[in-house]
C-alpha cells in the first residue's frame, strides 16, 4: 500500500502564497489524492481531488478559487494563494488503495499551516 | 445539506466495550458507502473501517481486526462502530465519513484506567 508523506509543518505571511506538498511512496505514481483541511476542534473539509493531470472532479463546498493543486511524479500540491488568516489550519492528503476487504485507505501525517 | 452526527464517545476502562453511532441526514443514506475514521490528541487520521451501502461487504485496518465491527441500519439512516477489547491506543476523536468527501464533527473516546 502506498504510504504519503507531508512536512509537519509551513507558514506563510497574510496575502501571500503557499504551496503544501504530499509525497506517494515509490511505485504509486498514478494515484489520486484527496486534501483536507482541518481546522482546530473541527473534523475534515474535502478540499478537492489531485492526479498527475491536475484536480479530479469539483472542489469542495465553498473552497474558494484560491485554492488549487497539481500532480507530478510522486508529488501531489496544494497551493494556496493570497493567504487568508481563515486558511491557518492543519492539512490532510488521503489515497484509497485495494479492494474488498484488502481495501485501506491511508493519509499522511498533516502540514500545519500557520499564517504570520 | 450532508449531515453526519457522531455519537457515543466517552471515557472506558481498557478492555471495555462502547458502540458509537453516526447519524445521516441530507441525502440517500442507503446509497453510499461509509468509513470510520480516527485521530489520537495531536495526531494524524487513521482509517479504522469501511461497509457498503447495503451492509454485505466490510473492511478493517488491522489494528482493530477482531476488534471492531462496523455495521448500518438503512431504515435509521445510521452507521455503528462497535468496539471490543478497547486499548490505551485506541484514544482517539473517531469520525464517519460518507465516500471521502463528506466528515462529521467526531465523537471522543478516550480508554483509561
Known amino acids: 500500500q502506498p504510504v504519503l508523506t507531508q512536512p509537519p509543518s509551513a507558514s506563510a505571511s497574510l496575502g501571500a502564497s503557499v504551496t503544501l506538498t504530499c509525497t506517494l511512496s515509490?511505485?504509486?505514481?498514478?494515484?489520486?489524492v484527496d486534501w483536507y483541511q482541518q481546522r482546530p476542534g473541527k473534523g475534515p473539509r474535502f478540499v478537492m481531488r489531485?492526479?498527475?493531470?491536475?484536480?479530479?472532479?469539483s472542489k469542495g463546498d465553498g473552497i474558494p478559487d484560491r485554492f488549487s493543486v497539481l500532480g507530478s511524479g510522486l508529488n501531489r500540491y496544494l497551493t494556496i494563494k493570497n493567504i487568508q488568516e481563515e486558511d491557518e489550519s492543519d492539512y490532510h492528503c488521503g489515497a484509497d488503495h485495494g479492494s474488498g476487504s484488502n481495501f485501506v485507505w491511508v493519509f499522511g501525517g498533516g502540514t500545519k499551516l500557520t499564517v504570520l | 445539506e450532508v449531515q453526519l452526527v457522531e455519537s457515543g464517545g466517552g471515557l472506558v476502562q481498557p478492555g471495555g466495550s462502547l458502540r458509537l453511532s453516526c447519524a445521516a441526514s441530507g441525502f440517500t443514506f442507503s446509497s453510499y458507502w461509509m468509513h470510520w475514521v480516527r485521530q489520537a490528541p495531536g495526531k494524524g487520521l487513521v482509517w479504522v473501517s469501511r461497509?457498503?451501502?447495503?451492509?454485505?461487504?466490510?473492511s478493517y485496518a488491522d489494528s482493530v481486526k477482531g476488534r471492531f465491527t462496523i455495521s448500518r441500519d438503512n431504515a435509521k439512516n445510521t452507521l455503528y462502530l462497535q468496539m471490543n477489547s478497547l486499548r490505551a491506543e485506541d484514544t482517539a476523536v473517531y469520525y464517519c465519513a460518507r465516500d471521502h468527501k463528506s466528515w462529521g464533527q467526531g465523537t471522543l473516546v478516550t480508554v483509561s484506567s
Open positions: 515509490s511505485g504509486y505514481s498514478n494515484y489520486k
Open positions: 461497509i457498503n451501502s447495503d451492509g454485505s461487504s466490510t
Open positions: 489531485v492526479g498527475t493531470g491536475g484536480i479530479v472532479g
